[in-house]
């Protein structure tokens, strides 16, 4: 067995860097990530810091658990599509922007229109956005970081400009039970939404061709077009893809709002970042988690409720939340030493 | 081994971080009473007047006399030039600009520099600086901190332009030297309304969250100070039973659904502005509360349609950022023209609850209100 798993190890790219003067146990630990689990060793540290200390102040009720998901699924939805720009080695700044936008545009097409209409007017601002984003990264080779710093600007003048700052009330019932204010008995809608996002962002990523080409594409792009990826067309889709993520949390914060306003999801894009990251996907592409971005952002939601439970004030907020963000990125994310 | 010690090392300082964090909250007892607004405010004098940065006197705008025709005609052949520093935008500084707007077209100026600041000091330098390339002869602002805005708006000092200001003086500055007036909501009244219209809502008994704006801003902190004073010494059977501070609008939901599940019993809750409170009525209907009543300040689209709706939002308090506008522009009109000025002019606080919306979106805003809004009024 000692002489086998040795080999097995090579095959691991991951293990591969590791010392070579490794024991037998040790080979079969080291080709597995376990950084890929830590999301979940810190989910489970953070719930458990909380239930203790504000575990009297109603952390562990059933309500708060649901409003911390509830509060975390535009964070968490953005963190899906979030997942496939770093992995392909791109990045979207724009999200916080397509938020507004998506969410004036439904409001507003509402007024007069059906939910099918507004549903799509709202996923066309992300899809249009995406697609932009997409094809001046790639066409006019900008790095995606300066392109959607642009359109991030663009889209936050347009959605200032569009309903001239005014906030806009959605009345159709239909819509903002659909999209945010609903439950299906003690479920609420929101979590339906988090659920299903979550599980077609997973198996895109990691089930289908079209995953593994994300992943090749920002891992080593040269490799991934040598062997006949198209890899523009990867980081358009995908940058398409985190767009429209961003187009339907627009919605959802506009359905549980009961309204949709211009500074909607202006303070999301840092949060997104810091959740997709704990859940251990690379900064750099070619390396990611759905499932652990998923993780992620409700580990920030748990937070961000857990603090203001105990009492805390915003200052103490801040730091605590900042201290978090390192602590549990650095578990998940840092270079193994060479 | 390098994997377990990144572990503890990382452990530690989760922990480290946490428990830092937990006893800097404990003099505050539960850190609900911690900076700011949040602070005590039984020493709070309700009664005294609403005076301006050096001590002045206020003047109701309404008292302030329009110009003659033939002071009209001679400010037209002047031509003026006038530049807009806004400090933010919002539903507010659009409806003070619209009212400047109407103001100078009558007075045949041309605008001919627009900026906003996004509440940004450094921004705000530079905006004055870039404006004043266009020589304005009138500066309409709202300073966004009265520190540094003493250096920022020298240039224009300088070169003798006319600056009228909303809501914040600039420290050092005098009226009829560095600038003609303040015109200002009044804010403490404006929060002392919020309060007055919450023992309204709760029938004079009951217990209320206190949602304030945890950062150094003279308009918010006002506010929020008048309301938990008058709450303290008006309504003795209304008690603030959980505080919490928030410096953006997207943390109320949070903050509002967080303050339910430790006082389930709440009757009452009071946010600082209302774009805030979109969040706090979302955490009420999340957890399908219609008990609770909430009340706030200023006009919002969304909002007031609960209020018009009988909804959780009960009422809200406003000031006049239309007349606001129009009146400032009035008095740098009036300074140009040689003419005295009042140093500091308010505008009336506007109770605005069901009964009477549509009256309240006309003096505030000086706009109908949204079709949905009028809709819902018919029911």
Request: aromatic fraction near 6%; glycine fraction near 10%.
């Amino acid at each position: 067995v000692a002489e086998v798993l040795p080999q097995t190890q090579d095959e691991h790219p991951a293990a591969a860097q590791g010392p070579g003067d490794r024991n037998a146990r040790r080979s079969i630990l080291g080709s597995v990530d376990w950084r890929e689990y830590v999301v979940y060793a810190a989910l489970v540290l953070v719930f458990t810091f909380f239930a203790v200390m504000a575990g009297d102040r109603g952390f562990l009720t059933g309500s708060n658990l649901l409003n911390i998901v509830r509060q975390t699924t535009p964070i968490t939805i953005m963190a899906v599509g979030m997942v496939f720009a770093l992995c392909a080695g791109e990045i979207d700044l724009s999200i916080g922007s397509v938020v507004a936008l998506s969410s004036l545009v439904a409001a507003v097409l509402l007024r007069d229109g059906s939910i099918a209409l507004a549903v799509a007017g709202g996923l066309g601002v992300g899809l249009a956005v995406g697609l932009i984003n997409g094809l001046a990264t790639v066409k006019l080779r900008i790095p995606s970081f300066l392109v959607t710093l642009g359109t991030m600007s663009v889209v936050a003048g347009e959605a200032r400009s569009i309903t001239k700052l005014q906030a806009v009330a959605i009345e159709n019932s239909t819509f903002n039970f659909l999209m945010g204010s609903g439950s299906l008995g003690p479920i609420p809608i929101l979590l339906v939404w988090t659920l299903v996002v979550a599980l077609i962002g997973h198996i895109f990523l990691k089930e289908t061709v079209f995953g593994r080409h994300v992943l090749a594409t920002g891992g080593n792009r040269g490799a991934a077009q040598s062997v006949g990826i198209k890899t523009q067309r990867i980081k358009v889709a995908a940058l398409t893809i985190s767009a429209t993520t961003a187009a339907l949390a627009g919605m959802l914060y506009a359905g549980r709002l009961n309204g949709a306003r211009y500074t909607l999801g202006e303070a999301d894009l840092l949060t997104v970042i810091a959740a997709v990251v704990i859940g251990g996907t690379s900064l750099f592409g070619g390396k990611g988690s759905v499932v652990g971005a998923v993780m992620g952002s409700l580990i920030m939601g748990m937070v961000n409720n857990g603090l203001v439970l105990m009492g805390l004030d915003v200052s103490q907020q801040m730091v605590v939340r900042g201290f978090l963000i390192i602590a549990a990125v650095s578990l998940s994310l840092r270079e193994r030493a060479r | 081994m390098k994997d377990k010690s990144t572990w503890r090392a990382a452990t530690v300082l989760v922990f480290a971080a946490l428990l830092g964090a937990c006893s800097v909250s404990e003099p505050n007892g539960q850190g609900d009473q911690a900076a700011g607004a949040g602070g005590a405010t039984a020493t709070f004098d309700l009664n005294a007047p609403t005076k301006g940065p050096n001590g002045e006197a206020s003047t109701p705008a309404t008292s302030i006399p329009d110009l003659s025709d033939a002071e009209v005609a001679k400010v037209k052949a002047a031509r003026y030039k006038v530049a807009f520093l806004d400090a933010g935008t919002s539903t507010w500084f659009n409806a003070m600009r619209a009212g400047a707007n109407d103001e100078v077209e009558r007075l045949g100026m041309t605008v001919v520099s627009t900026a906003q600041a996004d509440f940004d000091p450094a921004k705000q330098a530079s905006q004055v600086e870039t404006a004043m390339a266009r020589k304005p002869d009138i500066i309409m602002t709202l300073a966004v901190d009265p520190v540094s805005a003493a250096q920022a708006f020298k240039p224009a000092v300088d070169a003798g332009v006319k600056i009228v200001m909303v809501d914040n003086g600039i420290d050092g500055y005098t009226a009829g030297k560095e600038y003609v007036s303040i015109v200002t909501g009044d804010h403490y009244n404006m929060g002392e309304g919020a309060a007055d219209l919450m023992n309204q809502a709760l029938g004079g008994k009951g217990k209320i969250g206190y949602i304030f704006h945890d950062a150094d801003f003279y308009v918010t902190n006002n506010r929020d100070k008048a309301f938990k004073a008058a709450i303290e010494q008006k309504y003795p059977n209304i008690k603030i039973a959980a505080s919490q501070g928030f410096t953006a609008e997207s943390q109320t939901a949070d903050i509002a659904s967080t303050m339910l599940t430790r006082n389930p019993d709440l009757d009452g809750i009071y946010v600082s502005w209302s774009a805030a409170a979109t969040g706090v009525l979302a955490a009420l209907r999340d957890a399908g509360n219609n008990h609770v009543k909430v009340t706030s300040i200023d006009l919002d689209a969304t909002n007031d349609l609960q209020i018009a709706k009988g909804g959780n939002l009960f009422g809200v308090t406003a000031d006049q950022p239309y007349l606001e506008g129009q009146v400032m522009i009035r008095l740098a009109a009036m300074s140009l023209l040689g003419k005295q000025t009042p140093p500091f002019v308010t505008v009336k606080v506007i109770t605005e609850t069901r009964d009477n919306l549509v009256e309240a979106w006309r003096e505030s805003l000086h706009q109908q209100p949204p079709a949905a809004i009028m809709n819902a009024l018919k029911k």
